[in-house]
């Protein structure tokens, strides 16, 4: 920008402060280092996955069938579906090569994310862990658990993870088949019973125990977890001797800001009753864009996150176990999440008069 004389005073007339602020933040994209672009992509990928690719499933099917010369391809693929519609029941089809992949580092790099292991995981064992909070996309629990960018399978040698999601995300047509590879898992009492019984020691399996409830609750700076009346993967846990394992993720509910929904209000009112019809209500979040950090988009913001995951709590198997056996479980697990998030909350520059809020 050319500087004025000013034919008055003869000095220089500076560019107005907004002026540079404006074009600053129209250059900035421009600027970006390949390595951060490349981690944004792989962000946008995510994304794509997860939100934008079961919208297109609706439509793109019913194109390629009835306007393009694939048309084949749908049915071919419909009885493939049907073939393997149990897949995610049975532990799906873990491939290392995509848990592996380079696109997870990229994926992690961007925030960054980090885990921190505190105790061993004996692969003699099978284990249920815990991920704590839900957050928007429950990010730092999918890369611990999905991939390997974080190093899950170097820190805990010969365990086999799995992250458990509703079984209507195995419903979209390609897109399960991201999930499968990835060792996407249905959150169902048989999928847990297979790969915890059917295929051998040496599984953990995560489960988001908040669910879609603690996700309305994913804001920034809070720390509330919905787990008072959660007790079925305690009594899972009894029944099919697996060691719980408390896992929380600090920083999740930094990643996106949400608009204000307290408890009792008419906005959360409407999002408890979509979430009691279709099972989960996507919250009202504001992210950045692809290009710039300062205008609402999809994307999360780059804030760090770090999984911790705890020391496993040992369970002797119980065919039947009592509601008083899994009430001392439940308040046992509690506790040890409770001390998890009290010893590593310095990590994220906590300040020591906040603790969890168990509702």
């Known amino acids: 920008m050319r500087l004025r004389l000013n034919s008055i005073s003869g000095k220089a007339k500076l560019p107005d402060k907004k002026v540079v602020s404006l074009v600053s933040t129209i250059l900035s994209p421009f600027l970006v280092p390949w390595k951060r672009r490349l981690e944004t992509l792989a962000v946008m990928g995510f994304i794509f996955m997860w939100v934008i690719l ?11 069938l009835f306007n393009t010369r694939w048309w084949f391809l ?7 579906f049907y073939y ?13 090569w995509a848990r592996r992949h380079v696109f997870w580092k990229y994926f992690a790099n961007y925030f960054p994310l980090r885990l921190i292991k505190t105790a061993e995981l004996p692969p003699d064992r099978n284990y249920i862990i815990g991920s704590h909070p839900h957050g928007m996309f429950s990010v730092g629990g999918f890369t611990a658990m999905s991939t390997n960018a974080t190093g899950f399978e170097d ?18 047509p390609f897109r399960r088949e991201f999930g499968i590879v990835l060792g996407g898992i249905e959150v169902s009492k048989e999928s847990l019973e297979y790969t915890l019984t059917k295929c051998g020691k040496g599984r953990a399996c995560a489960i988001v125990v908040g669910g879609a409830t603690e996700a309305l609750d994913a804001h920034p700076n809070k720390n509330i977890l919905t787990i008072k009346n959660r007790r079925g993967f305690c009594r899972y846990a009894l029944k099919y001797g697996a060691d719980l394992v408390p896992m929380y993720n600090f920083g999740e509910n930094d990643l996106y800001e949400q608009y204000e929904n307290p408890k009792g209000s008419r906005l959360r009112a409407v999002q408890e009753k979509i979430k009691d019809i279709f099972g989960l209500c996507p919250p009202l979040l ?15 913001f ?50 020591p008069d906040t603790h969890l809020i168990f509702q």
């Open 54 to 64: 079961p919208i297109m499933d609706l439509w793109v099917p019913f194109h390629v």
């Open 74 to 80: 749908v049915p071919l693929y419909a009885v493939w």
């Open 84 to 96: 393997d519609f149990d897949t995610p029941k049975k532990a799906s089809r873990r491939w290392n």
């Open 155 to 172: 820190k805990f040698p010969g365990i086999k993870s799995h992250i458990m999601t509703l079984n209507g995300q195995f419903y979209f």
């Open 286 to 300: 504001r992210g950045r864009s692809i290009f710039n950090q300062y205008i609402i988009g999809l994307l999360p």
């Open 302 to 351: 780059r804030k760090p996150v770090t999984t911790v995951i705890g020391k496993p709590i040992r369970v002797t198997q119980t065919d039947e176990p009592t509601n008083e056996q899994v009430d001392e479980l439940h308040a046992k697990y509690c506790e040890t999440l409770y001390d998890l998030f009290e010893e590593y909350k310095h990590l994220h520059s906590i300040p």
